[in-house]
């Protein structure tokens, strides 16, 4: 047997429909086919906000120098689609902003609406509309939380205050790496320690908390710690307020005041201790009492003046005074109240009924006038416009005008005089 040469190969076949045998694999020898190219990965899908700002500005400048030529209803589509092209601009600024406790569709209609405010006012010779509309679009966000973002009114310093320290803040944390404190944030803006605690305590007028809100402590609700109102509380100021004015008192009338108003005590009894009659005592504590009032209403109190009539006594003085016209002047001097104010009317009266032109009351020299004394006056006034005549009330002190302003008479008081300031 030969063997074969070492330049023969030896090819083995297998036979045609021959099946392996039981047990054995079958090697195939065959080259093997090379692996099929990757398919190319699909392009990414375009991002629904993704806008080549230039194409907008394009497109936008094109509408504004063709919209004056274009028809009504072209000028409208034109627009329309210039706005559709720009509002994902709009909303990719709003997103800025979200995270800040404001919805973010709120965000975007507010700035789509600066949009298409700023496309109806853009001038294409000024520069680019995105530049144009990213300042209008910023501001309007800015506004709408400046007004809306802010649960209590707050001014805009302090809410500018209040975000620039928060940015502060959040810088430092990262510095520090823990919280930083007032002294460091003071420090950091270059300000006083007092406006940083302004500052952090407007930001709690942001978003306060619910007065519905539970209370974990005790339960219930936060607005069931807040007391009820304490009805006294208001008349405190006006405590210590008349205490300060019966300083200002003399003794007497202070004395008697006390005696009425905190020893309780009558005006009969009040007239036995000071020896004084009883119509006295009422008088002085009704002079008194409108001092006091008059000066709770004014900002400084005006100085008590003594009575001119006699002190135990109820004497009026009155003269009446003829003109050549026909007219009237009544001179009253001494207090004006109950006890007299009847003799004044009657003397009132006959003067309006005797004179001819108009009339006039001088009460510059009355400290003070009562309910009595005003309802004389009104008696007066009212026959005398009967008549077809004028009264009026001239120099009255300014205690004395005004009661008769409070009591409604401001028709019969004259001007003041000239450089005063009506009272």
């Not at 006083?192 to 302004?198: D, F, G, K, P, R």
């Not at 007391?227 to 004015?245: E, Q």
Request: aromatic share 4%; charged share 25%; net charge neutral.
């Amino acid at each position: 047997m030969t063997s074969p040469s070492s330049t023969e190969q030896i090819v083995i076949r297998p036979r045609p429909n021959a099946a392996p045998a039981a047990g054995h694999r079958v090697r195939d020898t065959r080259s093997p086919e090379p692996p099929a190219p990757p398919e190319p990965p699909p392009p990414p899908a375009p991002h629904a906000d993704h806008l080549d700002t230039t194409a907008m500005d394009e497109l936008v400048a094109a509408y504004v120098r063709e919209a004056p030529e274009l028809p009504p209803g072209l000028r409208r589509a034109r627009r329309d689609a210039a706005v559709t092209a720009a509002l994902p601009f709009a909303h990719r600024l709003a997103r800025r902003y979200s995270g800040r406790g404001e919805p973010l569709d709120d965000l975007e209609q507010v700035a789509g609406l600066a949009l298409v405010r700023s496309l109806d006012r853009y001038d294409p010779s000024r520069g680019p509309f995105s530049a144009y509309a990213a300042v209008t679009v910023i501001g309007e966000l800015r506004r709408h939380f400046r007004d809306t973002g802010w649960a209590m009114h707050v001014p805009r310093r302090m809410q500018e205050a209040s975000l620039e320290v928060g940015r502060a803040a959040a810088a430092l944390t990262v510095r520090l790496a823990r919280a930083p404190s007032v002294a460091d944030l003071a420090q950091h803006l270059n300000t006083s320690e007092q406006q940083i605690s302004v500052a952090l305590q407007t930001v709690s007028a942001y978003a306060p908390p619910s007065l519905n809100a539970p209370r974990r402590e005790t339960g219930g609700e936060l607005g069931d710690a807040i007391g009820d109102l304490d009805r006294a509380l208001s008349a405190v100021d006006d405590r210590i307020t008349v205490g300060d004015l019966l300083g200002l008192l003399p003794e007497r009338e202070r004395r008697i005041l006390t005696l009425r108003f905190y020893g309780n005590r009558t005006q009969a009894e009040i007239a036995a201790e000071l020896g004084i009659s009883q119509m006295h005592v009422s008088r002085l504590i009704s002079r008194a009492l409108t001092w006091l009032r008059e000066a709770m209403l004014s900002d400084e109190p005006t100085r008590w003046q003594a009575a001119t009539a006699p002190a135990d006594t109820a004497r009026l003085e009155l003269s009446a005074h003829a003109g050549s016209d026909g007219s009237f002047v009544l001179t009253v001097k001494g207090e004006l109240e109950r006890d007299n104010a009847g003799r004044f009317r009657d003397r009132l009266l006959s003067v309006v009924r005797r004179a001819r032109a108009d009339c006039a009351v001088d009460l510059s020299a009355v400290p003070l006038i009562d309910a009595a004394g005003i309802a004389a006056l009104q008696a007066g006034y009212e026959a005398a416009r009967a008549r077809g005549l004028r009264l009026k009330v001239c120099a009255a002190p300014r205690l004395v005008r005004r009661t008769l302003l409070s009591a409604g008479l401001l028709p019969l008081l004259d001007p003041p005089p000239t450089g005063t300031v009506p009272q």
